[in-house]
C-alpha cells in the first residue's frame, strides 16, 4: 500500500451514526493529519496527531495514531448530513520536515 | 482567523499557454507548498519553498514549472506551457516553521486550472 492509504475507499451510513475511516502508512512519521474536502472544494485541516500520542479528540472526532501498526483511525460521531465529504490522512517522513503525502481518501456519505 | 488565499478560483488557458497562479500564504508563515489534485485523484505534492529557494520538489514539478515569491506576501505558481494533462486543482499551503514539527500545513481554497 502507498504511503498514507485510507480505507475504506467509501462510506455510506445514517444520520446520526459513527463513521470510522482508517489510514496505513509505511515510513516513520513525525506527525500525521486529517484533512476533510468537499467536493471540488478546498482543503481543510481537521486534527494533527503527532508521533509521541495516540489519542487526540476534537470535538466530535477522534483519532488514534499506532505507530508500532502504522495506522490512524478517525472517528465521526453522531454523524451529520454536513459531514458527507471526502476525508484524507497526510504523513510527513521523519527525515524529511517538508512535504506531507496524502492518501487517495475515503469518500463518506452521510445518509439522511 | 487567518488563512491563506488563491486568485483566480478557476483558470481556463489553451495548451501551450503560459499560466501563473497566486496564492497569499498567512502573513507569519515561512514555508511555503504547491500541491495539487486531478480530478478524483489524491493530492500530489509539487514543490516546498522557504527561505527564497526550493527546497524539496517532485518528479512532477520539472522544467515547466517555477515558483516565486516576488514581493514579501505573495507565492506563484508559473506553468511555461500548459498541457491537457496540467488540467487540475492547484493548492498553495504554508506551514509556520519546520524547526519544531509539529506544525500544520494550512491549505488555500485551490485554482482549478483547465486546459483546453
Known amino acids: 500500500s502507498q504511503q498514507g492509504e485510507e480505507d475504506p475507499q467509501a462510506l455510506s451510513i445514517q444520520e446520526g451514526e459513527n463513521a470510522t475511516m482508517n489510514c496505513s502508512y509505511k515510513?516513520?512519521?513525525?506527525?500525521l493529519q486529517w484533512y476533510r474536502q468537499n467536493s471540488g472544494r478546498g482543503l481543510v485541516h481537521l486534527i494533527l496527531?503527532?508521533?509521541?500520542?495516540r489519542e487526540k479528540h476534537s470535538g466530535r472526532l477522534r483519532v488514534t495514531l499506532d505507530t508500532s501498526k502504522k495506522s490512524s483511525s478517525l472517528l465521526i460521531t453522531a454523524s451529520r448530513a454536513a459531514d458527507t465529504a471526502s476525508y484524507f490522512c497526510?504523513?510527513?517522513?521523519?527525515?524529511?520536515?517538508?512535504?506531507?503525502?496524502f492518501g487517495k481518501g475515503t469518500r463518506l456519505h452521510i445518509l439522511p | 482567523e487567518p488563512e491563506v488565499t488563491q486568485t483566480p478560483s478557476h483558470q481556463v488557458t489553451q495548451m501551450g499557454q503560459e499560466v501563473i497562479l497566486r496564492c497569499v500564504p498567512i502573513?507569519?508563515?515561512?514555508?511555503f507548498y504547491w500541491y495539487r489534485q486531478i480530478l478524483g485523484q489524491k493530492v500530489e505534492f509539487l514543490v516546498s519553498f522557504y527561505n527564497n529557494e526550493i527546497s524539496e520538489k517532485s518528479e512532477i514539478f520539472d522544467d515547466q514549472f517555477s515558483v516565486e515569491r516576488p514581493d514579501g506576501s505573495n507565492f506563484t505558481l508559473k506553468i511555461r506551457s500548459t498541457k491537457l494533462e496540467d488540467s487540475a486543482m492547484y493548492f498553495c499551503?504554508?506551514?509556520?516553521?519546520?524547526?519544531?514539527?509539529?506544525?500544520?500545513?494550512?491549505f488555500g481554497p485551490g485554482t482549478r486550472l483547465t486546459v483546453t
Open positions: 515510513t516513520s512519521i513525525n506527525n
Open positions: 497526510a504523513t510527513d517522513n521523519i527525515d524529511r520536515d517538508d512535504k506531507i503525502i
Open positions: 499551503a504554508s506551514k509556520r516553521r519546520a524547526l519544531v514539527r509539529d506544525y500544520e500545513q494550512y
Open positions: 502573513s507569519n508563515h515561512l514555508y
Open positions: 496527531i503527532r508521533s509521541n500520542e
